[in-house]
Structure formats: C-alpha cells, structure tokens
Nanobody, 115 residues
Framework: QVQLVESGGGLVQAGGSLRLSCAASGIIFNFKTMRWYRQAPGKERDFVAA???????NYADSVKGRFTISRDNAKATVYLEMNSLKPEDTAVYYC?????????WGQGTQVTVSS
C-alpha cells in the first residue's frame, strides 16, 4: 500500500522560509522520481519541483532560485526547502510518486504566506 505523508506546512510572513517533508512507504523509494505540486484556492494543481532517483532536479519557473528539492533515500523522504516566500506561494502542497502508471498523492500540507 502506497502512502505519502506530507508535513512542515504553516503560516509564515513574506520573505520567510519553510521546509516541507514527505515520507513515503509502500514503494521502492530509491528508484522513484518524486515530485511536489501545489494547489491554491480556486486554481488547478501545479507542478513545483521534481527530483529523480539519480538526484537530478527540475523546478517550475516561479520557484527557481527560491525552492530546493532534495531526497534522503535512507529515510524514504523527499524535502522541499522554501525560501524568500511570497504571498502567491500560498497553497496546499502535495508530494507525488508514480507507481505502475498510477500517480499517488499525499493528503497535502497547507502553506500560508502573509504579506
């Protein structure tokens, strides 16, 4: 059974930082590309960042230079370090993994950035 559990969200002032975590179980974590998405109220879920099994990373243009995705294979956990946060970063953040063509999601963690 695949489980993804996000944590680390909260309320922060603009310019602040947060570190999100996503703990995975039920998958061969080391072989999986892990992704972060976010969904603001009334908007679609958007891609934020990805890290491959080999450690290559990819970011949405809106977060480049501010967010850093990383992974700890020993802990089966993926992280999203978020710096210089802006009010427009406010959203529910989800991690995801694809297993046998099906994409699995966590329950999400709320990030709210006040101006």
């Amino acid at each position: 059974q695949v489980q993804l559990v996000e944590s680390g969200g909260g309320l922060v002032q603009a310019g602040g930082s947060l570190r999100l975590s996503c703990a995975a179980s039920g998958i061969i974590f080391n072989f999986k590309t892990m992704r972060w998405y976010r969904q603001a109220p009334g908007k679609e879920r958007d891609f934020v960042a990805a890290v491959t099994s080999g450690g290559s990373t990819n970011y949405a243009d809106s977060v480049k230079g501010r967010f850093t995705i990383s992974r700890d294979n020993a802990k089966a956990t993926v992280y999203l370090e978020m710096n210089s946060l802006k009010p427009e970063d406010t959203a529910v953040y989800y991690c995801s993994a694809v297993v046998l063509v099906r994409e699995y999601w966590g329950q999400g963690t709320q990030v709210t950035v006040s101006s």
